[in-house]
């Protein structure tokens, strides 16, 4: 059990620009979370995965971004034409099932210029 | 609807000091409470839960709380502060399907030697 995993670790990217985040779950957890952090505050909930399918999405998570969960295994977070206030660490979970511990990943921070 | 509210965002003690963070919840469901801990660049660790049952929940590193309905509160303390101690911590609150964890703002904690 290696943990949850994310990468990168550190993105820095220009305004208007794409960028795509991946998480890798603990083996076997059928639910992977997706959380965005800012500076000075707490994890603010964005989407979860239950397997491949998408069952909750935050007003956060505006159009510009999408998640997949393609085989309900890892997932992947992007973001498209980034805005500054988009620079924040965005953090990934999973849990082995609905009512069970969330498991938080290392985090990738993104940096808006 | 939940939402966390952490009393003082940045709290000092001495060494060898109590500790005490202060967390109150609100919820129209029956909560799950947690504290979590984050230390410089790193991701969240959970220190201690509750879900149901005995209100004093005893945790990691010598830290617990206690959940008290009446006061809507889930104070984390710890007898005994030591320096490896410092780090941010964040409580939070769940329903008890454990869907998304709603984060207080947190509290950073500095330890005086």
């Known amino acids: 059990d290696t943990g949850v995993s994310q990468d990168p670790r550190h993105k820095i990217t220009k305004r208007g620009q794409n960028v795509t985040f991946r998480c890798d779950p603990i083996?076997?957890?059928?639910?992977l979370y997706w959380y965005r952090q800012t500076l000075g505050q707490g994890p603010e909930f964005l989407t979860y995965?239950?397997?491949?399918?998408?069952?909750?999405k935050s007003r956060l998570l505006s159009d510009r971004f999408s998640a997949e969960r393609p085989k309900g295994s890892f997932s992947t977070l992007e973001i498209q034409r980034t805005e500054q206030g988009d620079s924040a660490m965005y953090l990934c979970?999973?849990?082995?099932?609905?009512?069970?511990?969330?498991?938080f990943g290392p985090g990738t921070r993104l940096t808006v210029l | 609807a939940q939402s966390v509210t952490q009393l003082g965002s940045h709290v000092s003690v001495s060494e060898g000091a109590l500790v005490l963070l202060r967390c109150n919840y609100s919820?129209?469901?029956?909560?799950?409470l947690f504290w979590y801990v984050q230390y410089p660049n790193q991701g969240l660790q959970l220190l201690l839960k509750?879900?149901?049952?005995?209100?004093l929940v005893k945790g990691i590193n010598g830290f617990e709380a206690e959940f008290k309905k009446s006061e809507t509160s889930f104070h984390l303390t710890k007898p005994s502060a030591h320096m490896s101690d410092a780090a941010e911590y964040f409580c939070?609150?769940?329903?008890?399907?454990?869907?998304?964890?709603?984060f207080g703002p947190g509290t950073s904690l500095s330890v005086i030697p």
């Open positions: 939070a609150v769940s329903g008890t399907s454990y869907d998304k964890v709603i």
């Open positions: 083996s076997e957890h059928n639910r």
């Open positions: 979970a999973s849990s082995l099932d609905a009512g069970f511990e969330q498991f």
């Open positions: 919820s129209s469901v029956p909560p799950y």
């Open positions: 509750y879900t149901t049952g005995a209100t």
């Open positions: 995965f239950q397997n491949e399918a998408q069952l909750e």
